[in-house]
């Protein structure tokens, strides 16, 4: 829910176990309390998308029979696959452009671990175009860091279970030519088409390729995008790594992303999502200001975790 400050003070000072989006310049004022949250003045709410200062997304965790928070460097993150509850879910949002997002997001995917504990979060940005700063909070604590990710572990009742998914209304097309790359890497000049080296920025400006479009790949029916951030004259950058020996195809375009979330939210029959959080792709691409996307309400990240570091998809995670 989308509310003022006053509110948000109130609920922390009831001692609600919480999940807050905002503005920094909000966050900053709030007191101590059994919560933790990052930057975006983006959201999804019940009237749709919008853009705000004034207000943050509070979620209430009352699910929760017990919490606790910590935070993590570049260095230990991957700690987090050792400390969370045997039935519970791991919350964690890391601050955009730091270095435990670099980590998390080359190394996540071969941390096995990850996939036996329920793993859910976001990244934290800013008003896109200004020099707002990017913060996340650990409520407990009182720290706030722009340079380490922080973790909220929550424990279930015994006869619940932390559901994690994500809509994508991406697909490859079978027809395009297959790229690989030969690393893990979140800035690519060269790669390989149908096995043959060539410049990526050269074939993606020669195909005349959407770079709206994000890069997918197929892991086991599963679509996982990798977005183009910038695209230089010979390097392009990316919101998320590629990795080695994974085939990617370029996404098909998407006339209408309104009308491709309501298909797929249809599709999952998602009973109550606790909180979404939507990428800053697809509300910028999809014009999601004052556009509704049904029960799927949250901040509007800039990047996405459902176990490993995702992008331009919606996230969200069920108590069942």
Not at 157 to 177: C, G, R, S, W
Not at 258 to 270: D, K, P
Not at 285 to 293: A, D, M, N, S, T
Request: aromatic share 10%; glycine share 8%; hydrophobic share 35%.
């Amino acid at each position: 829910m989308l509310i003022s400050l006053e509110e948000t003070v109130k609920l922390i000072k009831s001692g609600s176990i919480l999940h807050i989006a905002g503005d920094n310049s909000l966050l900053e004022k709030l007191p101590k309390g059994n919560w933790i949250g990052g930057t975006t003045p983006y959201f999804i709410t019940d009237e749709g998308g919008v853009m705000t200062k004034d207000k943050l997304f509070v979620t209430e965790l009352d699910f929760a029979e017990e919490m606790r928070t910590a935070s993590y460097g570049k260095y230990n993150v991957f700690q987090i696959v050792e400390e969370c509850f045997e039935n519970g879910l791991t919350l964690l949002i890391m601050p955009y452009g730091s270095k435990v997002v670099e980590k998390y997001a080359k190394e996540s995917p071969e941390v096995e671990e990850l996939l036996m504990h329920p793993t859910v979060g976001w990244i934290a940005g800013a008003e896109l175009g200004t020099d707002d700063e990017i913060r996340v909070y650990d409520g407990v604590s009182g720290e706030s860091y722009n340079d380490r990710a922080v973790v909220m572990y929550l424990r279930l009742p015994d006869n619940k279970t932390a559901l994690v998914n994500m809509i994508n209304i991406f697909q490859d097309d079978k027809t395009d030519p297959v790229i690989t790359f030969s690393d893990n890497e979140l800035s690519v000049t060269k790669c390989r088409v149908n096995g043959q080296e060539v410049n990526f920025a050269e074939y993606i400006k020669r195909k005349k390729i959407d770079t709206r479009m994000p890069l997918v790949a197929d892991y086991n029916g599963s679509y996982i995008n990798t977005s183009i951030k910038t695209a230089g004259e010979d390097t392009i950058d990316l919101y998320a790594p590629v990795f080695k020996g994974v085939e990617y195809r370029f996404a098909r375009p998407v006339d209408d992303y309104v009308t491709e979330f309501a298909e797929r939210i249809g599709s999952l029959r998602a009973d109550a999502p606790v909180v979404s959080f939507n990428c800053i792709l697809n509300y910028l691409y999809g014009g999601l200001e004052g556009r509704k996307i049904d029960t799927y309400c949250g901040p509007v990240s800039f990047g996405e975790v459902a176990y490993q570091l995702i992008n331009q998809t919606l996230v969200y995670f069920e108590i069942s």
